[in-house]
């Protein structure tokens, strides 16, 4: 059956943030409006979320939608940066510890779950990033929150990039009321932020969150600068290398490893999720005490199951290559890769925001012509991720491309020649249908977090 093409209605149009504000007394059914604009999608070919790999995280493979649609071809949306996690040493250190520890942690970190290989992996991350003392949690997410919510108080400050990951978000409204975003990448506004609070309030805390790389934007802060400022006004730094550790920097010891402040951040928190093979996240500080106060504190250590000992033993073995010869191969295969997409974009005349990374984010703009070539890719055998409001501002729907270091520079070329391909052809059938037609009431009403953060930046 031919797709419908009425690029003025559902559901090329609307938002997420639409449903966000459910209304009615009953929880159940109020949810069938979205489950409605969202099956509609699903069967127009124009959700293109949930879609699982049917096999390893390989340059091309097969694609299954959650709705059953099958493609093959090439795969960009995978974070695995390095390619480890089809690594053989990889592989082999996850069957070496499956028969040595089983695939159980069998407790929280603090009632039996803080295996050997997790006490390793803490150890080597530390002196990987110059902070020895480090904390493993289950997840990248679980590490953002714990954080925040252990260290902060109600009556303390948080001040916020505005792009900072949904995790450090959500920890900073659990924490406290007292939570300040800033425009995206304006380190004057930080300044000015905390010189505003402390001429208010210099008994309390203030805890300053950025990241190492902005995987929406591909864009990175000068930590030197942050955290000069954070010294200059009694504040604390936390940068979040979720995407930047392992795949930038000497040894791959990410933005703060190319700035020169390893050993100077005062809190790094990151995920294994981008580059190290496995989940997982974790957090790493000079201070012994933070160290312990935040195990002790952070909800996701207390009260969720550690990570594996399978788990550890994975990222231990790729933090062993990350800062090995054999590392900076893959950062030199990866970046090359990177460099052939983007250049191909720009031959094409599509621009690719930020800098170049694993990450290579590449404006669309409205909705409808977004999710049409993004239907169009998935046809063609290149899968990307799409990103949409309120995960990124209202005219600011991208492609969130993820290469990896298994792309030869022909199989990125090939990827952004296709993507110019639909984004022109999307724009070209959707002509004629009025940019006003998308839901414009819904800004400022999105979920709970991310709206506010999209007028800012």
């Known amino acids: 059956m031919p797709f419908r093409e009425d690029f003025a209605s559902p559901p090329y149009t609307g938002f997420l943030s639409q449903f966000a504000q459910l209304r009615g007394p009953d929880l159940l059914t109020r949810t069938e409006p979205f489950f409605d604009w969202q099956d509609g999608r699903s069967r127009e070919g124009l959700w293109p979320y949930s879609a699982g790999l049917d096999g390893p995280a390989v340059a091309e493979c097969a694609v299954r939608s959650e709705y059953g649609r099958e493609g093959v071809g090439l795969n960009f949306l995978s974070q695995d940066y390095l390619s480890l996690s089809t690594h053989p040493a990889v592989l082999e250190a996850a069957h070496r510890a499956l028969r ?7 407790g929280s970190p603090l009632l039996g779950g803080y295996a050997a290989p997790v006490r390793a992996l803490e150890k080597a991350i530390g002196e990987a990033l110059e902070a020895p003392h480090v904390a493993l949690f289950p997840t990248g997410w679980g590490a953002g929150y714990a954080t925040v919510t252990a260290l ?3 009556d303390d400050h948080v001040v916020l990039d505005a792009l ?11 924490a406290t009321r007292n939570v300040s975003r800033v425009r995206h990448l304006d380190h004057e506004a930080v300044r000015r932020q905390l010189m505003k609070i402390r001429a208010s309030d210099v008994a309390n805390g203030i805890l300053v969150v950025t990241e190492g790389l902005f995987s929406m934007d591909s864009d990175i802060p000068d930590l030197g600068v942050l955290q000069s400022i954070c010294h200059e006004w009694g504040a604390t730094l936390l940068v979040d290398a979720a995407h930047d550790f392992g795949q930038i920097g000497p040894r791959g010891t990410g933005s703060a490893g190319a700035q020169e402040m390893l050993g100077k951040v005062d809190l790094i928190t990151g995920a294994f999720s981008k580059t190290f093979a496995s989940n997982g996240g974790f957090l790493a500080t000079r201070s012994p005490a933070v160290r312990q106060y935040v195990r002790t504190y952070g909800g996701p250590h207390v009260f969720t199951n550690g990570m594996s000992p399978v788990q550890a033993c994975v990222v231990a073995e790729g ?12 950062r030199g295969r990866l970046r090359a890769a990177v460099d052939a997409m983007r250049g191909e974009l720009a031959d094409r005349g599509v621009p690719a925001l930020g800098e170049p990374s694993a990450v290579v984010p590449v404006p669309v703009g409205d ?35 993820q290469v990896m270091a298994n792309h030869t520079p022909e199989q990125a070329r090939r990827g952004a020649s296709a993507i110019a391909d639909a984004i022109d052809e999307a724009r070209e059938r959707v ?20 709206d506010e953060l999209t007028a800012v930046a």
């Open 367 to 401: 909705a409808p012509v977004a999710r049409l070539a993004s239907r169009l890719l998935f046809e063609r055998g290149v899968f990307v991720n799409l990103a949409e409001y309120p995960a990124v501002p209202v005219r600011g729907t991208r492609f969130r491309v």
């Open 152 to 154: 902060v108080r109600p």
């Open 100 to 106: 040595e520890f089983g695939p159980h942690s069998a």
């Open 319 to 330: 933090l062993r290559i990350v800062r090995s010869a054999e590392g900076d191969a893959l």
């Open 164 to 174: 900072a990951h949904a995790s450090l978000q959500a920890g900073a409204a659990a």
């Open 431 to 450: 002509r004629g249908s009025a940019p006003s037609s998308e839901m414009m009431s819904d800004v400022g009403r999105s979920l709970p977090i991310r």
